[in-house]
């Protein structure tokens, strides 16, 4: 389900008899409304959460095994997974409810976890007698070390959001009363900001975790070449001294050169 509001596109995973569990026809849709978030330059931020007192219990496996390959699959959650990624906009899910499994990665694949206090965490998969999927053998020991993912895979524990708050699993533990509330705000405040420094601060960041210091500098150069060609950076400094708040729109600044006339030799 998607819904848009001034920049923010929230996509709620609504499949509240199953848990918003993922099946085939959910996945399809998910990476469509990706692909479609980020080529709309009309959005600004997004908001993946889930309908009803639950953002996802992981993949739908009550539906039984297909007769389709799991590599075949497979690519489809791959997809997903580098859409909501690589995706030029900060993103925020906003967990109530279970997170569980290929469900808990995608909330961690997304820039900002803001969970409820009644909130629940697991890396399921062991007890199901399946290995990771959707980034979590990536992103898991990044946010946490090597040992403290072993411990989250391998035993397949449950943690709540306190815990997942001190591994740095989730970004901000709000009252389930106020959660809607602060992730507007939280979702406003990342509209307002410069659109491409935005983009450019967040590929920089996920890319740059596996280079060397001269390849990440290499790219903080491009990078800033592209922020310094667009009207974003004069507004900066113009909202600074006239003491008011900028206005970001992204546009490119380079005055565009005409061609050259020719003349046709006759």
């Known amino acids: 389900m998607t819904s848009d509001a001034e920049g923010v596109r929230t996509l709620t995973l609504n499949r ?7 099946d085939a026809e959910l996945w399809d849709a998910l990476r469509t409304a990706l692909s479609a978030a980020g080529s709309d330059r009309t959005v600004r931020a997004l908001v993946l959460t889930g309908a009803d007192g639950a953002f996802c219990s992981g993949a739908d496996i009550r539906k039984g095994v297909s007769d389709e390959h799991p590599l075949y699959r497979m690519r489809t959650l791959s997809e997903v997974t580098l859409l909501l990624h690589e995706l030029p906009i900060p993103t925020v899910a906003k967990v109530n409810g ?51 993912a072993k411990r989250l895979v391998l035993l397949a524990e449950t943690i709540d959001a306190e815990e997942a708050h001190t591994l740095n699993l989730v970004t901000w533990v709000v009252d389930v009363d106020k959660i809607d509330v602060f992730v507007d705000d939280l979702a406003a405040r990342l509209v307002a900001g410069a659109p491409v420094a935005l983009a450019q601060n967040k590929a920089l960041l996920n890319e740059n975790a596996d280079r060397t210091l001269r390849e990440s500098l290499a790219g903080e150069a491009r990078a800033q070449a592209m922020n310094f060609a667009t009207t ?16 970001y729109t992204g546009h490119w600044a ?13």
């Open 254 to 266: 380079v005055p565009r050169t005409p061609a050259p006339k020719t003349t046709e030799n006759t």
């Open 16 to 22: 509240p008899h199953r848990k918003n569990a993922i």
């Open 232 to 247: 974003d950076v004069p507004e900066a400094y113009a909202a600074f001294t006239e003491r008011r708040p900028a206005h």
């Open 98 to 148: 279970v997170a569980v499994g290929a469900g808990w990665n995608l909330a961690l694949g997304c820039d900002f976890v803001v969970a409820s206090p009644e909130s629940t965490f697991s890396q399921i998969f062991a007890r199901r007698a399946l290995s990771l999927d959707c980034g979590g053998s990536w992103l898991l020991p990044k946010l946490v070390g090597l040992q403290q």
